[in-house]
């Protein structure tokens, strides 16, 4: 759906937060400024956390860094990835809002076929609020769009649809590939753009992007761990993804929604895939085992709440991949402090926030 710039007031103001992980300034928020900046920032700064991160003027954020997250997690704070956009899921542990929409520092406002600048946000947020038809597919996809339905044949008892929990956008321009892929394919870019939003149906899994991704925070917020990776790892550029696989056998166990499509974005600039590869290597063989794992994955009756069900999740992870490499075991160990310093921060017992080195108080328009 193309919004042009000149749209309607900013819809959902005051329930959604923006997370941006980030090592340098800001200054692509420039061109974002008339979909994004009526929204709260929280930026998520990696590295070295002595770099003054710059934002244009105009926009209400928080920013955090490394030491930030260190004395506000205390111990606990070794479940969040360090030199790895990973780091984001912080943001959305300390955000307080409903929703939240995370972007890239390299994406860029898309446009339409017809040249109309995409609100990305305004469009997550359409996604959000209808509902998703996880348990039989619609072949006119999304049913809920303007000009669309069920067609003839689809239940009448699946109708309702049940709550969106992910809404999952696209890029145009540099894809999203792994860098094998990036290797044979070094001048491919995409300039195919479908209009077309669908819910993934249940049982099925898919390579989540956190490029370009919203979600509730209130129905799957505590599953949106980005897992260990980058510095002191062993593996880089799997932390969507493990999100992704472990967010959706938890919403098809609850009865939740994932859809993807629209909303584009314009990712602008490819990533080094001699890079990619040094941290994909092992990941690209443990995908094998670890895709059949969330394939097979079987949540108790009794786990009811994102939070039991991601502990057992994770009792999972450590019972049938540790066989695959030692890290899952301290991967699963880190879920489980996630959990924790989640519930913790969310219960009102955090401390306040510094950034920078001096007290924190949020930059307002």
């Known amino acids: ?59 209400d954020y928080e920013l955090y860094n490394r030491n930030d997250i260190n004395r ?22 300390m955000s307080k809002k409903k929703y939240v929409f995370t972007i890239d520092d390299d994406c860029w406002v898309a446009k339409d076929p017809q040249g109309n600048e995409i609100n990305a946000l305004e469009q997550h947020i359409t996604n959000i609020l209808s509902p998703s038809t996880p348990f039989f597919f619609n072949t006119l996809y999304d049913p809920y769009r303007k000009g669309a339905d069920f067609v ?34 070094p001048a491919e870019r995409n300039t195919r753009f479908v209009d077309m939003v669908m819910t993934i149906p ?10 370009n991704l919203a979600f509730d925070r209130s129905l799957i917020g505590p599953a949106m761990y980005f897992g260990l990776m980058g510095d002191g790892q062993p593996i880089g550029r799997y932390d969507d993804m493990w999100a992704g696989w472990c967010c959706k056998v938890i919403c098809d166990h609850l009865g939740l929604g994932v859809k993807t499509g629209l909303p584009y974005i314009h990712h ?12 994909e290597y092992k990941g690209i063989f443990w995908q094998e085992e670890i895709i059949p794992f969330f394939q097979q994955v079987q949540l108790p009756k009794e786990a009811v709440t994102v939070e039991q069900c991601y502990i057992e999740l994770s009792k999972q992870v450590k019972e049938k ?39 924190k108080v949020s930059k307002s328009k």
């Open 1 to 59: 759906m193309a919004v042009p710039a000149t749209s309607l007031p900013p819809l959902l103001k005051d329930e959604l937060d923006i997370v941006i992980p980030t090592i340098r300034n800001l200054d692509f928020l420039e061109q974002w400024r008339p979909y994004l900046s009526p929204y709260h920032l929280i930026i998520v700064q990696d590295g070295d956390p002595t770099k003054v991160i710059k934002v244009p003027e105009g926009y």
């Open 72 to 93: 506000i997690l205390g111990p606990k704070a070794s479940c969040i990835s360090f030199k790895d956009s990973a780091c984001r899921c912080f943001g959305f542990m």
């Open 152 to 185: 003839r044949g689809y239940p009448f008892s699946l109708r309702e649809g049940v709550p969106t929990a992910i809404s999952h956008g696209l890029w145009l321009n540099v894809p999203d590939y792994d860098a094998p892929t990036q290797l044979v394919k």
């Open 202 to 211: 249940k049982g099925t899994l898919f390579p989540m992007c956190g490029m």
């Open 268 to 279: 602008s600039k490819a990533s080094n895939p001699f890079v990619n590869l040094k941290k």
């Open 321 to 359: 991949l540790t066989g695959v490499d030692p890290y899952f075991t301290k991967l699963a160990d880190a879920m489980v402090t996630w959990i924790e310093a989640w519930t913790e921060i969310n219960s009102g017992s955090s401390k306040t926030a510094v950034a920078n080195g001096t007290p």
